[in-house]
């Protein structure tokens, strides 16, 4: 579709636009009032409401954005022109408490008109509509005209677009395409004059600044970024339906749109309001909320909203796309990607809630998406096409757990469950206790909250595995997670902290891998932790101790560690010095000191480097360890629910510094929301699992056979093992201790304590997925030097050179 297809009735005549190919292409806020779409599958839209207007709309699937925004404009064609996001004042509404239909009421600064939109989809074709109604004076209201102005940015991108003005029955309608996906504009009314042009050069925008009148009326514009306007026909323009549809290829786009204006607004809305209600949150978690269930009912709708309609049980993160003002066709992913972790988060709030087939299709898809080795890509497209390639043990840890909840539930129906846990708990033994990314996505490392999830990950294979009579596998991956437990303190606490006096020892955001080991960068400083995100000319390098984030608390809320564990407590203390910030609202907490990735202390978007700002979802995991510690939480949960913006969407930050005016963009206020993402999905699903844990009297998210193996013992639990990996050789052990030999591959072991005088031989043992291990004995209270080597028996090669291990007493 490169050119004007013939059998449309085009309206060439009106002439090509100029200024190819439009300015550069950009995304718009991701600071959403509301994201929306109708309930049933076979309408494959997503909507999101920003500034009053229409911004991103998804199509078919929800990670593929197709336009950039939809507005009105409106002018007497003398005295003034506005621009309904700029120059209009927005009051926002839904049009049912238990739906996600908009209703937008703009009001001229004047008090000459007001116009109120009301925003659904088509309850089942891929059509948003918006019906308008302009009131005000009649003297005014006769003399206005308005016009729709929409800016396709067709496939995720804003450049290669082509647009047109067709006739189709004698209405004009306006067309963009590019490839095989096409987007269409139309009135129920028609269009008096339509046209299109290039983005900042011939566009209905530029047209109508200049002299408040449309001027312009262009026919086509070709392989640019480009934008298309209609003026809303004279006598109908106080009351008339706006419809945007998809379709692959024009002809689908044309039909469905058409055919969707057919029938009266009214007819749509009131199937998609029946649609929602079948979507109803549990009542018995709004006597917990602080704001009546409002905030409970839209999050539970914004969860569902994020599910994918063509692959089932595919969440993503959130429909917006960080700082999009300041992004371009370079920048794809935005948020408007599955992340496992966010996904699990979603999963488990729907579960909460009491939706279990939702959450089984959340598993059945991750099973789906799930690579050979037993891992998952750090994000991927709704396909499963992998975007970011990097390597986060809890999010392969995560998926087990939910698989294990559903277990317990009875939830998971027909699907056969086991070969999908046993082959994600096989990479954790492979790969763990060092991942490449914790769950901020940055440093490798020893982190607390990412081995939080392998623990418990691990013991939920462990339970499912013997469920399944696999007795040994379950002994082996319970032995696993005993032996990185045994280690958590060692790996990830630190003796001498800094940040405050009176506290020495608390935990790190993470501890990075000793020079040689796995992910360890090369030239690396010992215990060096660099940053990312960080400004030019700042300083990018710091101690492990000097960093601390809150992700130690995913101990507590698993069962891994009590609340009242002295170390917890005390590394509350330095999270509260370090990272607590005061807003107008409550308390909230920023990810970890020195953190880059937020808005710029200008107020300027993130671009490659800012200053991390505070998370509202923090403000929840803090709820939900006050919870576990017996306090009371109201005053959190109200603090968390005042984040929300006026459509209930949490943001992924606030603006955490006094108010800042910019000039060309909205204010940031202290408090509200910066311009990452909102919604974020993640903290919808925090609070929906708050209410739940508020409800149980326990944290949701407590794993029973984890609190009864770690939490309910006396002090840390002592490993009888301790594990030897060739991507991670050890070179003490305990004596009395067994050293596990663990490998993928079988292989021989030849081992002696007496210098080779005795030699003992051992075949290794195979264990299911995990691979194959050897236990090497040694004797409680003799200090000796092991000594090993390897025959690997399938390539039938030894390694070539000899492993010494120091058998060191108890001192």
């Not at 109120?116 to 109604?133: F, Q, W």
């Not at 599910?307 to 371009?328: L, V």
């Amino acid at each position: 579709m490169s050119e004007l297809t013939p059998q449309y009735n085009w309206l060439t005549q009106q002439g090509p636009a100029f200024g190819a190919p439009g300015v550069t292409p950009r995304w718009t806020s991701s600071v959403k009032s509301a994201v929306g779409t109708a309930y049933a599958a076979s309408s494959r839209a997503w909507y999101t409401i920003s500034h009053g207007i229409l911004n991103e709309i998804y199509y078919p699937t929800i990670d593929r954005p197709q336009i950039r925004d939809m507005e009105l404009l409106v002018t007497d064609g003398e005295t003034f022109f506005h621009e309904d996001k700029r120059d209009l004042d927005h009051e926002f509404s839904y049009i049912d408490p238990d739906a996600l239909g908009v209703r937008i009421i703009s009001r001229d600064r004047g008090g000459r008109y007001q116009i109120t939109k009301e925003i659904i989809n088509d309850p089942h074709y891929p059509v948003v509509l918006m019906r308008v109604k302009l009131e005000g004076d009649a003297a005014v209201l006769g003399r206005l005209k308005l016009y729709a102005l929409m800016s396709p940015h067709i496939d995720g991108g804003g450049a290669g677009n082509s647009a047109g003005v067709v006739d189709v029955a004698g209405h004009k309608m306006l067309v963009a395409w590019k490839d095989h996906t096409a987007v269409t504009l139309a009135s129920s009314c028609g269009f008096d004059r339509a046209s299109v042009g290039f983005v900042g050069t011939s566009d209905g925008f530029q047209d109508l600044r200049h002299n408040m009148i449309m001027d312009w009326e262009f026919g086509s514009a070709e392989n640019g970024n480009v934008a298309m306007m209609g003026e809303i026909c004279a006598n109908h323009s106080r009351d008339f339906t706006l419809a945007i549809g998809f379709g692959d290829g024009i002809h689908a786009a044309l039909s469905t749109t058409l055919g969707t204006l057919s029938s009266p607004f009214e007819k749509h809305l009131k199937r998609f309001l029946e649609q929602w209600h079948r979507a109803e949150s549990p009542a018995e978690l709004a006597r917990h909320a602080m704001d009546g269930g409002r905030l409970l009912q839209i999050s539970h709708n914004v969860i569902l909203a994020h599910e994918d309609k063509t692959y089932s049980g595919a969440f993503i993160a959130s429909a917006s796309i960080p700082w999009g003002y300041a992004k371009g066709d370079d920048d794809l992913g935005g948020y408007h990607l599955v992340w496992t972790r966010d996904m699990v988060q979603s999963a488990s709030a729907l579960l909460a809630c009491g939706r279990v087939d939702t959450a089984r299709r959340a598993l059945t898809y991750l099973a789906c998406t799930q690579k050979p080795d037993g891992s998952f890509a750090q994000n991927f497209w709704i396909n499963g096409t992998p975007y970011w390639t990097g390597i986060q043990l809890d999010e392969v840890a995560f998926p087990i757990i939910l698989a294990w909840r559903l277990w317990k539930l009875d939830g998971l129906g027909e699907f056969d469950v086991f070969p999908f846990v046993e082959r994600a708990a096989g990479f954790l033994v492979r790969n763990a206790p060092v991942t490449q990314q914790e769950r901020w996505e940055e440093n490798p490392g020893y982190s607390p909250s990412t081995l939080a999830a392998v623990i418990s990950g691990l013991i939920c294979a462990a339970e499912l595995a013997r469920a399944h009579g696999a007795e040994e596998l379950g002994l082996f991956l319970e032995e696993h997670a005993d032996w990185i437990e045994s280690h958590l303190d060692e790996w990830t606490v630190t003796e001498d902290g800094v940040l405050l006096p009176e506290v020495k020892r608390h935990y790190m955001r993470i501890r990075p891998p000793a020079c040689g080991e796995i992910y360890a960068r090369e030239g690396c400083a010992e215990g060096m932790v660099r940053l990312a995100n960080r400004e030019p000319g700042e300083q990018y390098e710091f101690e492990a101790r000097e960093i601390i984030d809150a992700g130690f608390l995913e101990l507590v809320r698993y069962g891994i560690r009590r609340a009242d564990d002295p170390l917890i407590i005390d590394s509350l203390k330095v999270v509260d010095h370090v990272l607590k910030i005061d807003t107008p609202q409550g308390p909230c907490w920023r990810r970890y000191n020195h953190d880059g990735y937020g808005q710029q202390k200008n107020g300027g978007p993130f671009e490659h480097y800012g200053q991390g700002r505070a998370w509202p979802l923090l403000t929840g995991e803090r709820a939900h360890y006050e919870l576990a510690a017996g306090k009371d939480i109201q005053d959190l949960v109200k603090t968390y629910e005042s984040f929300a913006s006026e459509g209930g969407m949490l943001p992924e930050q606030i603006w955490d510094a006094p108010d800042l005016v910019r000039e060309g963009r909205p204010p940031l206020i202290f408090g509200g929301p910066a311009g990452s993402a909102q919604p974020l999905v993640w903290a919808h699903a925090e609070y929906l699992k708050l209410l739940r844990s508020l409800l149980d009297g326990r944290v949701f998210d407590r794993i029973e056979a984890v609190e009864k193996r770690y939490a309910q013992t006396t002090g840390r639990r002592e490993s009888a093992i301790e594990i030897f990996k060739m991507r991670r050789p050890i070179s003490k052990i305990k004596a009395g201790k067994r050293l596990r030999l663990v490998s993928r591959r079988h292989f021989r072991v030849l081992w002696t304590l007496d210098g080779w005088k005795t030699v003992t031989t051992l075949d290794s043992r195979p264990i299911g997925f995990p691979g194959t291990y050897v236990d090497i004995p040694t004797e409680a209270g003799r200090a000796a030097r092991l000594t090993f080597t390897i025959f690997w028996t399938a390539e039938n090669r030894w390694e070539g050179r000899n492993f010494d291990v120091d058998v060191q007493p108890e001192s």
